[in-house]
């Protein structure tokens, strides 16, 4: 499984923000859309992630405050992205060992969509269910003759 079939089941819905925007804008937005990420988008080009990790440390780097903090100050400049053909299993691999909840997907420089840790979860169990219902159907409709005796 690839990263586009994960974007062709959730959609590339795209919530973006400026660097140069205060960070408390960038927190209404996310609460207001009910997301965990902002991707940080400068003249169209990809320059980083805004997560509630990032806006959590710089809460405890202002005592408790955003203040007039700006979005630059806070977010990660150095973001794991990954492509639309990039294999579900390096995704999770990648996404573990960067701690990283959200990854935005590049085609080039053109951002695709974002897929989080919950979206990579959700395909694995999907794929898991689907594959065993498979499973069930082929076992149950196993011709009686080729079923070895039992010697119990």
């Given amino acids: ?34 997301i965990g990420s902002l991707v940080v988008m400068e003249h169209g080009d990809l320059v980083g992630m805004l997560t509630f990790r990032e806006v ?32 579900l299993d390096e995704v999770r691999r990648m996404m573990l060992d960067r701690h990283a909840r959200y990854m935005p997907v590049m085609d080039k420089k053109m951002l695709m969509g974002v897929i989080s840790f919950y979206d990579v979860a959700k395909a694995v169990v999907d794929s898991q269910n689907f594959e065993n219902k498979m499973l069930k159907a082929y076992i149950r409709d196993w011709p009686e003759d080729d079923v070895p005796d039992s010697k119990f």
Wanted: net charge negative; with cysteine; charged share 25%.
């Fill in 1 to 34: 499984m690839k990263v586009s079939d994960i974007l062709r089941v959730k959609g590339s819905t795209l919530y973006t923000v400026t660097p140069e925007e205060p960070l408390a804008r960038a927190l209404d937005a996310m609460a207001e859309k009910d």
């Fill in 56 to 87: 959590i440390q710089q809460v405890v780097k202002n005592r408790g405050s955003v203040g007039t903090t700006l979005v630059r100050t806070a977010m990660d400049d150095a973001p794991l992205t990954c492509t639309m053909e990039t294999e």
